[in-house]
């Protein structure tokens, strides 16, 4: 059975804190996705990496940054938490094969509060 | 990508088909039809996907029509556990992999 782990499923934190999400996956994929979610706004790609050490910007990465250091591990960092980064954090993992093969494999979410 | 439009909710009986609608008339030849479910508090689950003929697993069918315009998401006997917010998307073959969540159809399954 595939999985996505996530190290935390709720997390409070102050603002100017440094924060660390990590991802775990064991299904040996390549690309792995950082995304958050909030009512009303959607899903919104923040990090993604093609791959160990390789990542590329989404849509949001102002605030945030990450690290790749091996292929199942995948970690997001708030260098300064703010109150607008409240939100739900999700992790997703890919196996980068031929066309058509885009699913996705998530993780159960992280529900970051920052007071 | 293509944009997809879904009904905001629907109420289905437990035990009965929940037929889940979905139009894309804007999609183009090389566009896949992706459908993902998200339980409360969780993260979102993939079910199936297609391009031109219909597909079957063991949570749901994906009828897409012949102009492909438009799909049906059937699971063929929901649950409780089915309740959920689901969601239809389309994805170019070349997509580097960015999902792209519309508002869904919000499902719910009574007993």
């Known amino acids: 059975d595939v999985k996505v782990t996530q190290s935390s499923r709720y997390l409070v934190k102050r603002t100017g804190e440094k924060v660390f999400l990590e991802c775990v996956q064991d299904?040996?994929?390549?690309?792995m996705f950082w995304y958050r979610q909030d009512p009303g706004l959607g899903l919104r790609l923040i990090y993604f990496?093609?791959?160990?050490?390789?990542?590329e910007k989404g849509d949001i990465p102002e605030g945030y940054s990450v690290s790749r250091e091996k292929k199942e591990r995948f970690s997001l960092i708030l260098e300064s938490a703010s109150t607008n980064q409240t939100s739900m954090y999700l992790c997703?993992?890919?196996?980068?094969?031929?066309?058509?093969?885009?699913?996705?494999?998530f993780g159960p979410g992280t529900r970051l509060t920052v007071l | 990508d293509a944009k997809t439009t879904q009904p905001p909710s629907m109420d289905c009986a437990e035990g009965r088909a929940a037929n889940l609608p979905c139009n894309h008339s804007?999609?183009?030849?090389?566009?896949?039809v992706y459908w993902y479910r998200q339980i409360h508090s969780q993260g979102p689950q993939y079910i199936i996907h297609?391009?031109?003929n219909n597909e079957t697993n063991e949570m749901a069918s994906l009828i897409i029509t012949e102009d492909r315009k438009s799909s049906t998401l059937i699971l063929p006997h929901a649950t409780l556990r089915d309740t959920a917010v689901y969601y239809c998307?389309?994805?170019?073959?070349?997509?580097?992999?960015?999902?792209?969540f519309g508002a869904g159809t919000q499902v719910v399954v009574t007993p």
């Open positions: 804007t999609i183009s030849g090389n566009e896949y």
């Open positions: 998307i389309v994805i170019s073959a070349d997509s580097w992999g960015k999902l792209q």
């Open positions: 297609g391009l031109k």
């Open positions: 990496s093609y791959d160990v050490k390789m990542k």
């Open positions: 997703a993992s890919r196996h980068r094969g031929r066309v058509g093969t885009d699913t996705q494999y």
């Open positions: 299904m040996d994929h390549e690309n």
